[in-house]
C-alpha cells in the first residue's frame, strides 16, 4: 500500500511571496488532515477533511492560508503572502473514516521563509 | 478542554536499558483511542503502539509496551531494551468522536538512546 505522499520536500521564499503544498492520500482514506509543526513542537492541526468537505479549519489563518481538496482525494495547502513565523514543517495524513483507525503521515513538506 | 500533556520535554537512555515516557490527558468523553507516535530526524511520523480506552489490557508491540490508566487519564510509553534507532521524538495523541473525529497532540518527549 503507497503512503501519504507530500510534495515539495523542501522550499524556500521570501516573505510576502506565496507557495503550495500538494498532498496525495492513501487510497481508500476519507480523512485528510494538514498540521504545521514548527521546530520542537507537536503537530498542530490546520484544517481537516471529511471527504470534499471541510470538518474544522479553527486553526487555520484565514487571511494568508487556504486549503482545499479536489473530488474527496487530494489536497493542496497554499500560503499567500507568506509570513516569516510560517517557517515549519506542514505534514498531511490520512486516515480511514472511523475513529479508531490509525493516522498515517507523509514525510512533511519543509518551509523555511526568509 | 481537551488536552494532552508530556512532563518531560527531553530523556536519555542507555543502550539496552529501559525507558519510560509519561503523558496525560483531559477529556470529559468516554470513547476514545490513545496513541504514541514516534518521528526520527527524517521527519516522518509513524505509529508506535495504540490503546483502547474500554479496553482494560495495555497494549504491547514488540519491545513497546503501555500503562495505561483510565481513571487517572494517565497513558505511559515502556521502551524495553532501548536501540539507537529509538532515538527519536515521541508524540502522545488521543483520538475521539465528536461531530468529527478529532485528533489531540501532545507536545512530545525528545528520546536520546546513548551507546
Known amino acids: 500500500e503507497a503512503g501519504v505522499a507530500q510534495s515539495p520536500r523542501y522550499k524556500i521564499i521570501e516573505k510576502r511571496q506565496s507557495v503550495a503544498f500538494w498532498c496525495n492520500p492513501i487510497?481508500?482514506?476519507?480523512?485528510l488532515y494538514w498540521y504545521q509543526q514548527i521546530l520542537g513542537q507537536g503537530p498542530k492541526l490546520l484544517i481537516q477533511?471529511?471527504?470534499?468537505?471541510?470538518?474544522?479549519d479553527s486553526q487555520l489563518p484565514k487571511d494568508r492560508f487556504s486549503a482545499e481538496r479536489l473530488k474527496g482525494v487530494d489536497s493542496t495547502l497554499k500560503i499567500q503572502p507568506a509570513k516569516l513565523e510560517d517557517s515549519a514543517v506542514y505534514l498531511c495524513?490520512?486516515?480511514?473514516?472511523?475513529?479508531?483507525?490509525?493516522?498515517?503521515f507523509g514525510e512533511g513538506s519543509w518551509l523555511t521563509v526568509v | 478542554a481537551q488536552t494532552v500533556t508530556q512532563s518531560q520535554p527531553e530523556m536519555s537512555v542507555q543502550e539496552a536499558e529501559t525507558v519510560t515516557l509519561s503523558c496525560t490527558y483531559d477529556?470529559?468523553?468516554?470513547?476514545?483511542?490513545l496513541f504514541w507516535y514516534k518521528q526520527p530526524p527524517s521527519r516522518q511520523m509513524i505509529l508506535v503502539i495504540r490503546?483502547?480506552?474500554?479496553?482494560?489490557q495495555n497494549a504491547t508491540e514488540n519491545r513497546f509496551s503501555v500503562n495505561f490508566q483510565k481513571a487517572a487519564k494517565s497513558f505511559s510509553l515502556k521502551i524495553s531494551d532501548s536501540q539507537l534507532g529509538d532515538t527519536a521524538m515521541y508524540f502522545c495523541?488521543?483520538?475521539?468522536?465528536?461531530?468529527?473525529?478529532?485528533?489531540?497532540f501532545g507536545p512530545g518527549t525528545s528520546l536520546s538512546v546513548i551507546p
Open positions: 495524513a490520512s486516515s480511514r473514516d472511523r475513529v479508531g483507525n490509525t493516522i498515517y
Open positions: 487510497s481508500g482514506h476519507a480523512t
Open positions: 477533511f471529511q471527504n470534499n468537505g471541510v470538518v474544522d
Open positions: 477529556t470529559s468523553e468516554n470513547n476514545y483511542y
Open positions: 490503546q483502547e480506552a474500554y479496553k482494560q
Open positions: 495523541a488521543f483520538r475521539i468522536e465528536t461531530s468529527y473525529d478529532k485528533v489531540i
